[in-house]
């Protein structure tokens, strides 16, 4: 194996294996900061050594015993300190060294689920939801604090400082770094289901800047909801949230034009929408409901993008099951935004002028005060009614509102399309 493609190897690995390697010394030390820096060690002991030995046949637990072996150091020198600052004439026979005897107990401990307690802990609730997102991104996604920047268009000093608060307050609080039990691990899903939506909805549909997806955002959430799905199966929202991801996620290759601009679900083309990623969620979405999740939030939403999925052509949408389930979220979970959905699918289902009616209903509501999918609907209700001068007025208005550059220019050629 040449240097170059052991390189390549290491990098992979150190991908694979990055997230598990903090978390299993995160459990250890109860610092997440020392647990990054031992894995940093780790990772350039072997840059050193698998250039000249080859790469182990077991890569992640050979990383972890290199970081073992640090951090076993760096309490012994801790240690060392101690003793030489101790009052002279002290008695230490018996004084033990539990600190090391607690890492070197840990070589050999089976870490279980400490990837899964890393990530409870990065999305703890007493952190706000940018908090969590970026330390969730960093830890757990191993991305870097400019990459985490550029996501969220954010500066690359605004979201260092998000993350060391975000540690500090973990430390703060003596948090355990470990899966909650009980009652306590719903209130706590809560949170972690919360964050990682977060994160693909920005995927999704970025609110702002130049592109119109980031598919790399998406495929972290994707990931982080597999391994929920994994580790707690027998958790109905985890699957909910998953199928609603894998769904979604199979239309981003259709989703924008060779131009880059947006295209809408009734102008894609269906043949490019991933089928594996549709089965995938059709099965998370069968999961959950056979786990009596069928009316929860996640659950709901996955059964709505299952609409879309399972038309084969645009025709084919069953948008009367689809405002059904819409007036279901809409118990579950009510919201402007829920209302403001639903509006659109009534409008496809019964008519333009039935969505107006609903949007009348809720064009008062502070929360979509400045959001600019509201007038973008009712432009587009306008334009299906042929009320075309109403229309070009509402999207632009829409226009001024979004901050995203690729949804401007293209609310701007709706409301071009209406002077014909």
């Given amino acids: 194996m040449t240097a170059t493609d052991v390189q390549a190897s290491i990098d992979a690995i150190w991908r694979i294996e ?24 780790a990772l350039v002991a072997a840059l050193v050594e698998w250039p000249k030995t080859g790469v182990p046949v077991k890569p992640g637990a050979w990383l972890m015993a290199a970081a073992k072996r640090r951090a076993i150091d760096g309490f012994r020198r801790d240690k060392m300190l101690e003793r030489k600052h101790a009052e002279i004439g002290r008695d230490q026979e018996n004084v033990r060294d539990t600190s090391i005897e607690k890492i070197e107990t840990a070589m050999d401990d089976d870490l279980g689920d400490e990837l899964l307690g890393l990530i409870f802990t990065a999305c703890h609730p007493i952190l706000s939801a940018q908090a969590r997102a970026a330390l969730t991104l960093r830890l757990i996604g191993g991305l870097s604090t400019d990459e985490i920047a550029r996501a969220f268009l954010s500066s690359e000093a605004t979201v260092a400082q998000r993350i060391v608060r975000a540690k500090k307050t973990i430390g703060k609080a003596g948090l355990t770094f470990e899966v909650p039990r009980g009652a306590a691990l719903q209130e706590r899903l809560a949170s972690v289901l919360e964050v990682i939506y977060l994160i693909f909805n920005e995927g999704y549909a970025a609110t702002a800047g130049e592109d119109l997806i980031r598919p790399a955002l998406c495929t972290e959430a994707q990931r982080l909801g597999r391994i929920l799905a994994a580790a707690l199966s027998d958790e109905a929202e985890v699957f909910g949230l998953l199928a609603l991801m894998e769904i979604q996620a199979s239309r981003l290759g ?16 269906r043949a490019r929408w991933d089928q594996l990623l549709i089965r995938r969620g059709l099965a998370a979405l069968e999961r959950a409901q056979a786990l009596g999740g069928a009316h929860s939030p996640y659950t709901l939403q996955a059964a709505l993008a299952a609409c879309h999925a399972r038309a084969r052509r645009v025709e084919e949408t069953d948008w009367e099951r689809i405002c059904s389930l819409y007036d279901t979220l809409r118990e579950v979970m009510p919201s402007p935004v829920v209302d403001l959905n639903r509006a659109v699918a009534h409008s496809m289902a019964f008519g333009p002028e039935a969505g107006l009616v609903l949007l009348d209903a809720i064009e008062q509501a502070e929360a979509l005060g400045g959001y600019a999918p509201l007038p973008a609907a009712r432009g587009d209700f306008l334009f299906r009614a042929g009320r075309l001068g109403e229309a070009k007025t509402e999207f632009e208005r829409a226009a001024v509102l979004t901050r995203n550059s690729r949804e401007k220019a293209f609310l701007l050629a709706r409301a071009r399309s209406c002077e014909r």
């Fill in 254 to 269: 259709a989703r924008t034009a060779t131009d880059g601009s947006l295209l809408t679900l009734n102008e894609q083309n």
């Fill in 18 to 41: 990055q997230a598990r390697l903090i978390a299993g010394l995160v459990r250890i030390v109860r610092d997440v900061d020392r647990a990054e820096e031992l894995a940093q060690e």
